[in-house]
């Protein structure tokens, strides 16, 4: 299920978060765990990525919890830090990996190792309808919220944002992360927003 395409094995510290991050997307986080203040420091000094995984079981806070499988590379694109111990960070998704096995550090910081893997592109019929829709909810809210560049011809690209800013639960979310398939992906979504009567 989780395709052909994955890559050299690696490891990386995992961030588990109660929300999925998809390729693409930015994603604000605020960090004040001294684990992740370090994990944080290590990669800006570095240029290094990190994973963002949705919790399984557990919680954001104090007890190491217990990631998905699938998650996303993070790399951190902007960060600040107004108050001392909180450091304001902004992340873009990167690509998708398998985590096979984990090891918990002793300041229980999360250290996975991983397999990238991506998708095949593909064309799908829902992408004009979908796409059409996403581009009214980028001009209301503001290209600035989106990683450049918009690429509304892009089946992955498409589902992705979709799968980002539509009210789903997060175990929604993390399905349709794992999937390799872009058009099944979307077909998903285009339902979704047909139920929904969003598309006008």
Do not use: H
Not at 89 to 109: I, K, W
Request: net charge negative.
């Amino acid at each position: 299920m989780l395709g052909k395409g994955a890559k050299r094995v690696e490891r990386l510290p995992i961030f588990p978060l109660g929300t999925v991050l998809f390729p693409g997307a930015l994603l604000p986080l605020k960090i004040f765990e001294q684990r992740y203040m370090d994990m944080a420091k290590g990669c800006l000094k570095e240029g290094l990525s990190f994973g963002i995984c949705l919790i399984r079981e557990g919680s954001e806070v104090g007890t190491p919890a217990v990631p998905e499988q699938v998650g996303t590379l993070a790399k951190i694109v902007d960060w600040d830090m107004e108050q001392l111990g909180v450091l304001k960070v902004r992340v873009e998704g990167g690509e998708r990996f398998r985590l096979n096995s984990t090891d918990v550090q002793p300041n229980g910081l999360i250290i996975g190792e991983v397999e990238r893997f991506t998708e095949s592109p593909d064309t799908s019929g829902d992408l004009e309808a979908c796409a059409a829709f996403l581009k009214k909810v980028v001009a209301a809210v503001g290209a600035g919220q989106f990683a450049e560049p918009l690429r509304f011809d892009e089946v992955s690209w498409v589902g992705f944002r979709l799968a980002e800013i539509l009210p789903l639960r997060p175990d929604v979310k993390q399905r349709l992360l794992e999937l390799t398939d872009g058009p099944g992906r979307l077909k998903v979504l285009y339902r979704f927003l047909e139920e929904q009567r969003l598309l006008v």
